[in-house]
């Protein structure tokens, strides 16, 4: 018997029907013996529909105190159908408003975060043999004030009502039946992972799997919360995203290889090779509040150097010309920027105890003869920029020469 | 410089542009120097298409906590919308829920009464200069549940938010322009009345007037909280609901005719004439969960005596089987019953002062050969019952007889 949150999002609960599906799912869990609080998301298209009301009334610039009044109402509703269900079906069950819990949010409208969770009542429902249906994404100020997480949030709400109630496990339930090794529509071969790191997960969901929101997944690992993501409709054991407990001599070296085709490139060539050069071209960049991915400063000769950074390719044009200013001040030679560029990485915790893995990477790419424009590496991470129509060739190249192709994996 | 609640209904914020009207109809107000307090129902429409989602998942059956944790988003959109379009205006406002504001009623979920209400954050709001927008219809139990009043309860709102911070007056924003001395269009000359009290106004309401909800003019009535009602987006002083202050000469003996046809009549025949008779034929119907409204039992004669009364139609088959069992078990000779039939009621507290009132109606009756069926009185009221067919004859010729049709009265 354990404690197990089960968080629905949008598309989960999007139809009466949905709805029906998962109380049913919820039930087995119950049958089971099971302890369950569900968290649920607006059914999907609610949230727009009620944004869109507000942006009539206010010349598109809703109030932000109000919008959370009005938005948080698409919960409000999710949660009370499927106690609804659940009472129908037999399970016992009762509906709780983020204010009715209480999670208590600071004050910032739209984009709050949880600082404290009242888990008193929680636990009494379950005592008591109660589902405990509660609406994601949502609080309350110290105020009374209803506030939101921002978009997505009723995964953190999922992680931290997990972290409040020390669940034995957090359910994400999606429309994936796991986290893969990379994209299968890029790769067929690919493969559903049995258990990835928290680490691992935050790498590759920066990069580009969309599967958990980045912020749920940093919370599930700082308060150890055993994540898994399944599929809501389909039966399976989803992937479970966890501590790294246990280095086994199988543990595979990489977990999977992640991309994205949304930077782009800049390079400022023949910078004077000073101290504090680097923060005299980011400064600026930052101070326009463009965000900068990977960096790389060569090696100076002849008293310059070149120093190279990605952006999103949104920024590409703000951050060239902010660049330029600074070539001018700093007296550089040039600047040169590219947009036809992809980001490729192997992640795994693996690469830890394992010599060898980024070159392994770069041979199997030079065997494609696919030309590496920068290299960046972090503690379980290697990313290259490569040309942007290699992409597809790279990550089928990596997954093969990481033996991540090959059937069912075992024993990890 | 006045304290005013307004309260407009589902129709009122119906959509985006009438939530615009109603926001410059509020800020008028506001720019008059007067301090607003405003109660708003669902947009029309969203409280049945939120009630058809929850009889979807619960086999027409919804759980009344859960109905009302649904139920309750209708009202808490429209108070962000309204909120926001005041905002927009230059109007400073903030939003409450029934639990935000706090709106402390039993636990009746579905049919609610308020208990209590916490005017302190509405006093600071107001002093603050914020107009207040509260969401009708709403409250929560002590326990943190939210709950309803049941349909229509935004008037009640209204009027025990006035009552708790003692307003100036309540204003019922509706879709008539104001209280007619009876149906135009029934009467062409039907009047609007600049005022009518409270007591009259519940004899006209629960005789089919259905321009406020009972109720809430019962409770204006308890804590005497003046209350108008006006159209809500037509220009007009519409009927002031006060107390019955100035018993002056010019005061009109009758305010208003008053009719229904939703009625029917059952008459029991030949009952033996012993006390507790009255008793043992109406405690069966009323066991049978049936509202009997009018009551006449003629003067007994040869020990036995005829009881008439009146429920509605709907409830006419059911209420005429239990009368025949009572008929068997006395020995009464026949039951008898008519569903054809309507009840005509002058209603006017002048009748306190005035002498001979109802026979100035049976005299406007008998001039138009009207049979009159049955007849019963209150202090403030005469009802007849009479051939429905007969009913726009008999609401015309006692419009006439008691004056009504004359062009703006004054003085009153």
Chains 1, 2 share one sequence.
Do not use: W
């Not at 869109?52 to 009370?80: C, F, H, K, N, Y």
């Not at 109660?130 to 997505?152: C, K, M, P, S």
């Not at 496990?169 to 039946?177: F, K, L, M, P, R």
Request: aromatic content about 4%; proline content about 3%; some cysteine.
């Amino acid at each position: 018997m354990a404690l197990i949150v089960q968080k629905f999002g949008g598309t989960s609960v999007g139809t009466v029907e949905r709805i029906q599906q998962v109380a049913e799912k919820v039930k087995k869990f119950r049958e089971n013996g099971d302890d369950i609080v569900v968290v649920v998301s607006a059914m999907s298209g609610e949230t727009n529909r009620l944004i869109d009301l507000a942006r009539q009334v206010s010349d598109d610039q809703p109030v932000p105190r109000e919008l959370d009044v009005m938005v948080s109402t698409g919960e409000q509703v999710t949660i009370a159908l499927l106690a609804m269900a659940l009472i129908k079906r037999g399970v016992p069950a009762v509906s709780y408003t983020g204010n009715q819990v209480r999670i208590l949010t600071d004050s910032a409208h739209n984009k709050a975060r949880i600082l404290q969770i009242d888990d008193q009542k929680l636990r009494n429902d379950l005592k008591a043999g109660r589902v405990v249906v509660v609406a994601g994404f949502q609080g309350v100020d110290e105020h009374g004030n209803i506030t939101t997480l921002g978009r997505g949030g009723s995964d953190t709400t999922g992680v931290a009502l997990a972290a409040a109630l020390k669940a034995d496990e957090c359910q994400i339930y999606t429309d994936v039946d796991g986290v893969y090794t990379t994209d299968p529509r890029v790769v067929p071969q690919a493969q559903r992972l049995e258990k990835i790191t928290f680490e691992e997960m935050l790498e590759m969901a920066s990069l580009g799997s969309k599967v958990l929101q980045i912020r749920s997944v940093e919370f599930a690992g700082k308060y150890n919360v055993p994540l898994r993501v399944l599929h809501s409709f389909q039966e399976g054991p989803g992937t479970l995203i966890t501590l790294d407990e246990e280095e086994t001599m199988e543990q595979p070296i990489i977990s999977g290889i992640a991309f994205n085709r949304d930077e782009a490139k800049l390079t400022i060539r023949g910078v004077p090779d000073i101290p504090g050069v680097a923060f005299k071209i980011l400064g600026p960049i930052s101070a326009a509040n463009i965000e900068v991915d990977m960096i790389v400063q060569n090696v100076s000769h002849d008293n310059t150097t070149d120093f190279t950074f990605t952006v999103h390719r949104n920024d590409y044009q703000n951050a060239q010309q902010v660049l330029e200013n600074t070539a001018r001040e700093l007296g550089a030679r040039e600047v040169v920027g590219d947009i036809k560029i992809a980001k490729v990485s192997i992640v795994g915790v693996g690469m830890r105890s394992h010599a060898g893995v980024a070159s392994r990477m770069f041979e199997a790419l030079a065997k494609e003869n696919i030309n590496i424009q920068m290299i960046s590496t972090s503690e379980i991470k290697v990313s290259v920029v490569i040309e942007e129509k290699y992409l597809e060739l790279a990550v089928r190249a990596l997954h093969t020469a990481f033996e991540l192709d090959a059937p069912a994996r075992q024993g990890d």
